[in-house]
């Protein structure tokens, strides 16, 4: 897998690649800003992009930004932003373009192993989308908070959904038979008015199109 890199920390920035390396992919550039990540992207054409949120030379959001700009030029070209916070604007402009297939959100400090980061970024790369359930949960709360129709069990199914996990997967992370999982899965697509839906891609796409309305 082939990756660009784009964070303006070297000692993160230079982890990260070297993280990667370690796992057998191919990092093909390491930039510090958006202008150089919009450079090495055209430049390399990577299997996937991750960028952080604030960069230079405003060290606002160009990182998302340019990660925006980029999936404007190339739909299929997959991201993952890697932030320490929530950017919402940008963040539900990302996520709720129409087209969510390749696309990831991730917190840093919420981030407890190496490998579980690298496998996130290889569902991204393979067009799956994963997004990390605090991130859902403030884009959500935007709205006049759909989340308070959910019970305890139904919020961590769809915490689980948010990441992209399949039903056996949220069975066994939550101790609970697959029957269980897709009882909560309807109710709580039902309580946030979105039809249910078998394919687990599609249901994590579903809750971001809940944030289209």
Known sequence: MRVVIAED??????????????????VVAAVADAPALLAAVAEHRPDVVVTDVRMPPGFSDEG???AIALRAADPDL??????QYVEQ???????????????GYLL???????????????????????VDPEVVRQLLGRRRDPLGRLTPREREVLALMA???SNTAIARTLVVSEAAVAKHIGSLLAK?????????????????AFLRG
């Not at 919420?110 to 994963?130: C, K, N, P, Q, S």
């Not at 946030?192 to 994590?204: N, T």
Request: hydrophobic residues 45%; negative net charge; charged residues 25%.
């Open 9 to 26: 920390g070297v000692i993160v920035r230079e982890g990260i690649a070297g993280m990667l390396r370690h796992f057998g992919h191919e």
């Open 64 to 66: 998302l930004q340019a």
């Open 78 to 83: 997959p991201v993952l932003v890697l932030s």
């Open 89 to 103: 604007t940008y963040a539900a402009e990302l996520l709720d373009s129409g087209h969510t297939a390749g696309v």
């Open 108 to 130: 840093k400090d919420r981030i407890g192993e190496v490998a579980e980061f690298v496998d996130a970024l290889v569902r991204v790369a393979a067009g799956r989308t994963v």
């Open 163 to 165: 990441e992209g996990r």
């Open 192 to 208: 946030l008015d979105l039809p249910p839906d078998v394919d687990d891609h599609r249901r994590v796409r579903a809750v971001l």
